[in-house]
């Protein structure tokens, strides 16, 4: 009984094991620790913020992280020669809490909890510079850097239901899915003049938008593209497909997604941002995220000093366009 | 007694506290008559009206420089943040809570801890808002308190074991409960506090012997609300009829109307009064309707949970003036008759009067000194009629840049935030804790969430004068005029008490007790507690004495969010006390 009880405990912690989280913080004074470039190397391993139950970026798969994001961050680890150790990131209300929550201070309930580097962070010199009516930069006690992805905005819809959209202005007229308080909210909302507002149905995420269109009672999806990649990719979702429309209005319609350190940690920085850097030319990231069934942008960064083959070869030799394929 | 082991240890640890030897259970009519008994303090309001009134005479103006500290208690730990308790009194004991979802039981009378209870809070619980708790509710033999987590706990009053647990909402949606529960003939009545993700508010109501559920009205027009018969689950009627009529589209699914600062009850129209937060989402442009019943008061009946009337002092709220602030019923004659009214000083910045028998508006007026977003009431309704360019711009006629920034009086902390005023019987009038601030509001041309480009708001509040935010005013609720007001540095944020000595206390955020001549406003004592004072007083008789007590503890959410208020309130420490005065007797009757 016992040694059978054993093998069946270390079955089921196995496979998540080494990437489980950690608690380095310091007890005594309830504060997180200064984690540095050497004493990461030092301590053999390095956490990584990502968002929690966020496909297809970071989720938990059997027990175990999963996702493009995790995948990004197990390879930086066994770059640096160190494990990966995951860091769940729950949400706030927007970035700003997020970064403070996690890289530079600590959520007031969880003190000793930091990342040592956090993914899926928009790279915006705006943003980055952003000031208070003061003058004070908002976000000084953070660096954000090494721009990994471009992401940008998908429809899918159900060709049962539609013909095809060409454009937005079609969602006058039949249902469309969102994830709630997102910005394919507040787009879909207002619109158009409001136009399309009444057709608009909320989900608390997109699976649950998928699941919607399958009951028929949604025409289309909004959400970001590798989400929808991610949706279409299950079989149950394959009668679905993806929109070719733009999206008149929208300020953003791509955006850089890159990593967070703490302001403190920049020779953390320095290593990341190099390794990044050759995974995106090398055309390695662009292999993680076909392997993830995912389309692959190259960073808006990168685009400005890379020449046209370096490009093609950094999006995979079919040379895949940039925006919305 | 129960024969179990269990049962047995029970007894032998309530034998073995002294202080409890003799005391008796709380009844429904020990509440209900809690204004009324100034040896005991069994509900939040110091009566169930909320009018914050004590009877007790002896403390006046001429004895109260003899008022000293009896005792004071540490909540311990490095848990400090907001206190914003109200002390519960009950046979020589106080029951009282502290942040992050905690309870003592202290003895009244020496300031020795009898017992603690901490709530275990789940990993990576993200709260709305502050870590804040206001109080327990008494009944029978327990102490029914909410946690950050959304449920409500009944513990034992002389063990501070659980005796059940009940889950209110779903943490890990957006829920939490930071109001004090009250209790209304037998039944724990909660509403649920709720950020910007989606919820919808509800009022519910529990068996406070069994914690089981025994209805639940959502605050959102569209959902069906339920009462519990024999463990079944019967529809009890659509809030507002059906869904659809005041909001667009799906939205009423996710409408927001929190109703996190709980509510007061009335016994002469048996009805419930709570108030609902803000409409989700924040951006009022995409939201066209009046989105009922959020920014209102909601009359409820107790039995059932089913709405009597509302009265909705924000429609189509855009400027996140929650109208959650406490309903208090009081009465006045006026030509002649008695009239049955309830009043209210809302975050807008209006002070409303209205019919409590069916929320007819009486009449309503300003409390603060500059309000932008509305130009007045309808004189007949007590509908705002909003001011031209008063509203946020709408984030998708947004170009590039910052965009147009709108400034609105008061900020959304409102002109008076979450902290129950006082209505005086003896001076009919309402002791309003208010600030003096504006907010600046704008779109933010670049803000993210989650991974992605968001449409953003960004908002700064700012001091509406250089050298005071706070104002404690008396207001006269048949004429609308302010009769005194008393100026303070930093903005209040504390509960108010009144007494049958005429005078008024509260606390501020620089760390005084203080009271007030109730008729002139002259300040008549100061105590610093060592932090900030967010929390409410009470008083009450022990031994032929009258005491007063208040928590002391600087946090709630004007550190959180209060802009350039920072300016002023950056260097207040935090604290986690309770703070307990007394007169004693031989100064009654000092001149």
Redesign the interface.
């Known amino acids: 009984m016992k040694p059978l009880f054993l093998s069946l405990l270390l079955l089921m912690c196995w496979p998540w094991a080494g990437a489980q989280e950690m608690n380095d913080g310091e007890p005594l004074l309830?504060r997180p620790a200064d984690r540095t470039y050497d004493i990461i190397l030092e301590s053999g391993y390095i956490k990584v913020g990502v968002?929690?139950d966020?496909p297809p970026?970071s989720y938990e798969r059997n027990g175990e992280p999963a996702g493009i994001d995790v995948d990004i961050g197990r390879r930086i680890a066994e770059e640096m020669g160190v494990e990966f150790k995951v860091h769940?990131i729950?949400?706030?209300?927007?970035?700003g809490d997020?970064l403070r929550n996690n890289v530079w201070k600590g959520?007031?309930?969880?003190k000793q909890r930091l990342a040592d580097l956090m993914l899926?962070?928009?790279y915006?010199k705006?943003?980055a510079y952003?000031q208070?009516?003061?003058g004070e930069y908002i976000n000084e006690q953070v660096v954000m850097f090494g721009p990994y992805q471009q992401?940008t905005w998908q429809i899918a819809y159900d060709p049962q239901q539609l013909d095809s959209v060409q454009t937005i202005a079609v969602f006058q007229y039949n249902p469309v899915g969102v994830e709630?308080?997102?910005?394919p909210?507040?787009?879909m909302?207002?619109?158009l003049q409001?136009r399309m507002?009444?057709?608009?149905?909320?989900y608390?995420n997109l699976r649950e938008a998928f699941s919607g269109m399958r009951a028929g009672d949604v025409s289309a999806v909004m959400g970001?593209r590798a989400e929808i990649d991610h949706e279409l990719a299950q079989v149950e979702n394959e009668r679905f497909v993806k929109a070719a429309n733009g999206f008149p209005?929208?300020?953003?319609q791509a955006?850089d997604?890159g990593m967070a350190i703490k302001h403190t940690h920049r020779q953390l920085g320095y290593a990341v941002e190099a390794i990044i850097g050759e995974i995106v030319t090398s055309g390695q990231m662009n292999e993680l995220f076909s392997r993830n069934g995912l389309s692959y942008s190259v960073p808006q960064y990168y685009r400005e000093f890379l020449d046209e083959e370096s490009i093609a070869r950094a999006e995979g030799s079919q040379g895949q366009g940039s925006n919305t394929k | 007694m129960r024969t179990n082991k269990f049962g047995i240890r029970i007894a032998t640890s309530a034998l073995a506290l002294g202080v409890s030897l003799g005391a008796h259970a709380v009844t429904d009519q020990d509440i209900m008559n809690d204004q009324n008994t100034p040896e005991d303090i069994v509900s939040y309001g110091m009566g169930t009206q909320g009018q914050r009134y004590s009877t007790i005479e002896d403390l006046n103006r001429d004895n109260i420089r003899f008022l000293q500290p009896a005792w004071a208690f540490s909540f311990g730990s490095e848990k400090m943040r907001g206190q914003e308790s109200q002390p519960m009194i009950k046979d020589g004991v106080m029951y009282v809570t502290a942040s992050y979802s905690r309870v003592y039981a202290i003895d009244a009378r020496t300031g020795q801890e009898l017992w603690q209870y901490d709530a275990r809070l789940p990993d990576g619980i993200m709260p709305c808002c502050d870590v804040v708790n206001r109080g327990v509710a008494l009944y029978d033999d327990k102490v029914i308190f909410g946690t950050l987590d959304a449920k409500l706990v009944a513990l034992n009053k002389d063990t501070g074991k659980p005796m059940w647990i009940k889950t209110v909402a779903d943490y890990q949606a957006g829920y939490a409960i930071t109001a004090a529960p009250i209790v209304v003939k037998g039944k724990v009545i909660t509403g649920v506090s709720g950020g910007e993700f989606g919820i919808v508010g509800k009022v519910e109501a529990y068996d406070a012997n069994t914690g089981e559920i025994i209805w639940t009205r959502p605050t959102v027009e569209g959902h069906m609300g339920y009462v519990y018969k024999d463990g079944k689950k019967v529809e009890n009627g659509i809030s507002g009829g059906e869904a659809g009529k005041t909001w667009p589209g799906d939205m009423w699914k996710n409408g927001g109307a929190a109703t996190w600062l709980g509510g007061t009850y009335d016994a002469d129209t048996d009805s419930l009064f709570f108030g609902t937060g803000n409409p989700a989402p924040w951006n009022s442009h995409l939201r066209p309707g009046d989105n009922l019943f959020s920014s209102s008061r909601v009359a409820i009946d107790p039995d059932d949970g089913s709405i009597k009337w509302h009265f909705q002092t924000t429609p189509h709220d855009g400027w996140d003036y929650d109208g959650v602030n406490e309903l208090i019923s009081f009465d006045y004659m006026e030509n002649g008759k008695k009239v049955m009214a309830a009043a209210t000083a809302d975050r807008n910045g209006f002070f409303y009067v209205l019919n409590r028998e069916n929320g007819d508006f009486i009449r309503g007026f300003p409390f603060v000194d500059k309000i932008t977003w509305a130009e007045g009431l309808d004189p007949k309704t007590g509908r705002p009629i909003y001011a031209e360019n008063g509203r946020p711009g709408d984030p998708a006629e947004m170009s590039e840049g910052k965009g147009e920034t709108v400034v609105a009086f008061p900020s959304f902390l409102g002109g008076k935030n979450w902290m129950p005023m006082a209505y005086s019987q003896q001076t009919g009038l309402f002791y309003v804790p208010s600030n003096e601030w504006s907010m600046d509001i704008w779109n933010e041309p670049v803000s993210y969430k989650k991974g992605a480009a968001f449409l953003g708001a960004g908002f700064t509040i700012k001091p509406a004068n250089d050298d005071y935010i706070g104002v404690l005013r008396a207001m006269d609720p048949k004429t609308g005029k302010e009769v005194w007001r008393y100026e303070n540095p930093a903005p209040l944020w504390g509960g108010v008490m009144t007494t049958a000595g005429d005078l008024v206390f509260t606390g501020t955020p620089e760390g005084f007790l203080k009271a007030f001549d109730a008729k002139t406003g002259e300040e008549l004592y100061k105590f610093n507690t060592g932090s900030g004072v967010v929390g409410t007083p009470v008083t009450w008789t022990m031994d032929g004495e009258q005491y007063v007590s208040v928590a002391s503890g600087w946090g709630g959410a004007v550190p959180l969010w209060g802009g350039e208020v920072a300016k002023v309130v950056k260097d207040f420490n935090q604290g986690g006390m309770v703070w307990t005065f007394k007169l004693p007797s031989d100064r009654v009757a000092s001149k």
């Open positions: 309830n968002y929690r966020f970026y769940w729950t949400p706030d209300e927007t970035l997020d959520h007031y309930l969880a899926r962070v928009p915006d705006e943003y952003m208070d009516s003061t992401e709630i308080d997102t910005l909210d507040f787009y909302s207002s619109g409001g507002r009444d057709q608009v149905r909320h608390p970001m209005g929208i300020g953003k955006w997604v």
